[in-house]
């Protein structure tokens, strides 16, 4: 292998591919974002929230990627191969059709292989010749530390302070000072392999050849097809509800039982604005809703995973009157998460700040309680029962909603314009002790029941009697003002009141006019209710499911199937979904979003149960 330096390579085509423009790859500790060029533009190792070392998506000179393309101009078509987590990227040339065959081998944590991150980029000519160009530019820590570059035997090591990975391939490498390159053309049933592993002391770099190569992309397919065999969907939407299942689990932390809410950090809300926040984090609330969507699938593991993740990093804390749980977590657990800006990376599309950590942590959040209960009744329900010490846990939270539930907080949407008494976070603290009741119930487990079913009580009157605006004819977005919010579709989804109560049709007659465009649905309006921030937003996905879910339960069933027809041509080529949806359809905020795949799943499978 030549190590000669080599004229600057310019990437083709646009600085940034549109976020939509991508597939996600993983390993059930972090996952790369591998781009309809070829490109992988986003990928941290060895977990989902550590330093990335590709990240051009956020900054196409500083981040640092893995090119890998055809050479000369080409049409491109992605992929997943069927039922599984293994993505291909198809290039049609004028000679030829080629394709990059991306994964990432889910690796038990058996003897050498516990420490062991690989991702395998693995190129395949299936018709006439077609040459490739690859380039591999890492740049660690965001880009903010240096590396260098030596070869050891066939092995190419970029080595920073803190980080050193290991490529090996199958065709010559050219070697700079801080990146390798190659030029290779393939002719029909040839193949090419790339390996990028994380290396250090526990892990020494090793080769992948073609066998070798083989072997794990029929493991890792195998893996995937033998997990996604456990749903119990039928329905009529199955390819984009397993879709959805799929990238639920790619965003699971294997070693914790962890669930992210999205595997990226600071895409943008809005293109120029200043909603970039980092996803890469445990929220109580959005996993407790994944662990639902999954249980609703037949996926027990999952749950039990985030049950023990549950018990062994998040149990309530005895902090005299302090809430009891943050409303997010690191992926180990961890409770400090600071939020800083990195200045020196110019953002998606120019979209600064780009953000780490996130200062939502130390927020008030009350509706938390609720979507944790609720996902621990049903795992109680479908899955197993709870042991004793759950329960003791789930006894302390309740105790503290029934004294705590009238407090103003942050709410749902994490406003950083000052706390108000948001009607979703009293509904959902009456979730909250509403199915603790049923659960002592259905169990007998000891409770002081009396006081719950007070504390019950009393959430119910005040959302019905300070809750409805007789202005608006509808429920509102907090105690005293005018403004809807789309959080509200919950409300018979949570089945605190009947889909067909006259003040929910009222309120749902109201949501339509006022936040739903084409079934997109805003999760309010930040003119008539200020949220701190800067700048517009686009539809909120899981909003647009929610109300989906909430016309089938009005009886509005054909409304609610064109709904949701229409939501699915928002989703990319490959069924994936951010945050948000802008004006024009194109996908905002981080990608993919678990929210969003959760939603979907649900939306679906009531939709199904409707239409029998």
Same mark, same amino acid.
């Given at each position: 292998?030549? *190590?000669?330096?080599?004229?600057?390579?310019? @990437?083709?085509?646009?600085?940034?591919?549109?976020?939509?423009?991508?597939?996600?790859?993983?390993?059930?500790? +972090?996952?790369?974002?591998?781009?309809?060029?070829?490109?992988?533009?986003? $990928?941290?190792?060895?977990?989902?929230?550590?330093? +990335?070392?590709?990240?051009?998506?956020?900054?196409?000179?500083?981040?640092?990627?893995?090119?890998?393309?055809?050479?000369?101009?080409? @049409?491109?078509?992605?992929?997943?191969?069927?039922?599984?987590?293994?993505?291909?990227?198809?290039?049609?040339?004028?000679?030829?059709?080629?394709?990059?065959?991306?994964?990432?081998?889910?690796?038990?944590?058996?003897?050498?292989?516990?420490?062991?991150?690989?991702?395998?980029?693995r190129v395949v000519c299936v018709r006439g010749t077609v040459p490739f160009r690859a380039q591999i530019a890492p740049r660690f820590d965001y880009g903010a530390v240096p590396h260098t570059l030596r070869t050891v035997g066939g092995t190419v090591l970029f080595e920073s302070a803190e980080r050193s990975l290991a490529l090996t391939s199958t065709v010559t490498l050219e070697c700079d000072a801080r990146d390798a390159r190659a030029d290779f053309k393939l002719g029909e049933g040839e193949?090419?392999?790339?390996? #990028?592993?994380?290396?250090?002391?526990?892990?020494? !770099? =090793?080769?992948?050849?073609?066998?070798?190569?083989?072997?794990?992309?029929?493991?890792?397919?195998? $893996?995937?097809?033998?997990?996604?065999?456990?749903?119990?969907?039928?329905?009529?939407?199955?390819?984009?509800?397993?879709?959805?299942?799929?990238?639920?689990?790619?965003?699971?932390?294997?070693?914790?039982?962890?669930?992210?809410?999205?595997?990226?950090?600071?895409?943008?809300?809005?293109?120029?604005?200043?909603?970039?926040?980092?996803?890469?984090?445990?929220?109580? =609330?959005?996993?407790?809703?994944?662990?639902?969507?999954?249980?609703?699938?037949?996926?027990?593991?999952?749950?039990?995973?985030?049950?023990?993740?549950?018990?062994?990093?998040?149990? !309530?804390?005895?902090?005299?009157?302090?809430?009891?749980?943050?409303?997010?977590?690191?992926?180990?657990?961890?409770?400090?998460?600071? *939020?800083?800006?990195?200045?020196?990376? %110019?953002?998606?599309?120019?979209?600064?700040?780009?953000?780490?950590?996130?200062?939502?942590?130390?927020?008030?959040?009350?509706?938390?309680?609720?979507? #944790?209960?609720?996902?621990?009744?049903?795992?109680?329900?479908?899955?197993?029962?709870?042991?004793?010490?759950?329960?003791?846990?789930?006894?302390?939270?309740?105790?503290?909603?029934?004294?705590?539930?009238?407090?103003?907080?942050?709410?749902?949407?994490?406003?950083?314009?000052?706390?108000?008494?948001?009607?979703?976070?009293?509904?959902?603290?009456?979730?909250?002790?509403?199915?603790?009741?049923?659960?002592?119930?259905?169990?007998?487990?000891?409770?002081?029941?009396?006081?719950?079913?007070?504390?019950?009580?009393?959430?119910?009157?005040?959302?019905?009697? @300070?809750?409805?605006?007789?202005?608006?004819?509808?429920?509102?977005?907090?105690?005293?003002?005018?403004?809807?919010?789309?959080?509200?579709?919950?409300?018979?989804?949570?089945?605190?009141?009947?889909?067909?109560?006259?003040?929910?049709?009222?309120?749902?007659?109201?949501?339509?006019?006022?936040?739903?465009?084409? +079934?997109?649905?805003?999760?309010?309006?930040?003119?008539?209710?200020?949220?701190?921030?800067?700048?517009?937003?686009?539809?909120?996905?899981?909003?647009?499911?929610?109300?989906?879910?909430?016309?089938?339960?009005?009886?509005?069933?054909?409304?609610?199937?064109?709904?949701?027809?229409?939501?699915?041509?928002?989703?990319?080529?490959?069924?994936?979904?951010? %945050?948000?949806?802008?004006?024009?359809?194109?996908?905002?905020?981080?990608?993919?979003?678990?929210?969003?795949?959760?939603?979907?799943?649900?939306?679906?499978?009531?939709?199904?149960?409707?239409?029998?």
């Amino acid at each position: 292998m030549a *190590e000669t330096p080599f004229a600057e390579y310019t @990437r083709p085509g646009p600085r940034y591919l549109p976020i939509a423009e991508h597939g996600l790859i993983g390993d059930l500790r +972090s996952v790369a974002l591998v781009g309809t060029n070829g490109t992988i533009d986003w $990928y941290c190792c060895p977990s989902f929230d550590s330093p +990335s070392v590709f990240a051009a998506v956020l900054d196409a000179e500083r981040g640092g990627s893995f090119e890998l393309a055809a050479a000369v101009p080409a @049409r491109t078509k992605q992929f997943y191969f069927p039922d599984t987590n293994v993505l291909i990227t198809r290039f049609f040339t004028e000679d030829g059709v080629g394709e990059v065959q991306d994964f990432m081998p889910v690796t038990t944590d058996g003897p050498g292989e516990a420490g062991r991150h690989r991702l395998i980029r693995r190129v395949v000519c299936v018709r006439g010749t077609v040459p490739f160009r690859a380039q591999i530019a890492p740049r660690f820590d965001y880009g903010a530390v240096p590396h260098t570059l030596r070869t050891v035997g066939g092995t190419v090591l970029f080595e920073s302070a803190e980080r050193s990975l290991a490529l090996t391939s199958t065709v010559t490498l050219e070697c700079d000072a801080r990146d390798a390159r190659a030029d290779f053309k393939l002719g029909e049933g040839e193949t090419a392999v790339f390996a #990028l592993d994380q290396v250090g002391e526990a892990v020494a !770099p =090793r080769g992948c050849a073609r066998m070798e190569a083989e072997h794990e992309f029929n493991a890792t397919v195998a $893996y995937w097809r033998h997990w996604l065999h456990q749903s119990r969907y039928r329905g009529r939407w199955r390819e984009m509800v397993h879709r959805s299942a799929l990238t639920l689990k790619l965003l699971t932390y294997a070693p914790t039982g962890a669930i992210v809410a999205a595997p990226t950090t600071s895409l943008p809300e809005q293109l120029g604005g200043e909603r970039n926040w980092d996803y890469r984090y445990v929220w109580v =609330r959005d996993a407790a809703f994944a662990v639902y969507a999954l249980l609703r699938l037949g996926f027990t593991g999952e749950a039990e995973a985030f049950m023990r993740f549950l018990t062994t990093h998040v149990s !309530p804390c005895d902090a005299d009157g302090a809430a009891p749980l943050q409303i997010m977590y690191g992926i180990d657990g961890r409770t400090e998460l600071p *939020e800083r800006e990195l200045p020196h990376l %110019e953002g998606h599309q120019g979209s600064a700040p780009v953000r780490v950590g996130n200062a939502a942590a130390d927020q008030l959040q009350l509706d938390i309680y609720g979507a #944790l209960i609720d996902s621990i009744y049903l795992y109680d329900k479908w899955a197993q029962p709870i042991s004793s010490e759950q329960w003791d846990n789930v006894c302390q939270l309740v105790d503290w909603v029934c004294f705590h539930w009238d407090q103003p907080d942050e709410g749902v949407w994490e406003t950083r314009g000052g706390r108000k008494n948001f009607l979703y976070s009293r509904l959902m603290c009456w979730v909250a002790i509403e199915r603790a009741i049923r659960l002592a119930n259905r169990r007998g487990l000891p409770a002081d029941l009396p006081r719950w079913g007070q504390a019950r009580d009393t959430i119910y009157r005040r959302i019905m009697d @300070r809750g409805w605006s007789q202005r608006r004819g509808a429920f509102v977005q907090y105690e005293g003002g005018d403004v809807l919010d789309a959080s509200l579709l919950m409300m018979p989804l949570a089945k605190f009141v009947a889909p067909t109560d006259p003040k929910w049709l009222s309120t749902l007659d109201a949501l339509g006019e006022d936040l739903v465009s084409d +079934s997109l649905v805003y999760r309010y309006d930040p003119q008539a209710s200020p949220d701190g921030l800067r700048g517009d937003e686009g539809t909120f996905s899981i909003c647009s499911f929610w109300y989906v879910e909430a016309l089938v339960r009005a009886g509005r069933v054909d409304e609610a199937r064109l709904a949701f027809e229409k939501m699915l041509t928002y989703a990319n080529h490959l069924g994936l979904y951010a %945050e948000e949806i802008g004006r024009t359809g194109e996908q905002q905020g981080n990608f993919p979003q678990a929210f969003t795949h959760l939603s979907l799943i649900s939306a679906a499978f009531n939709l199904d149960r409707a239409l029998g």
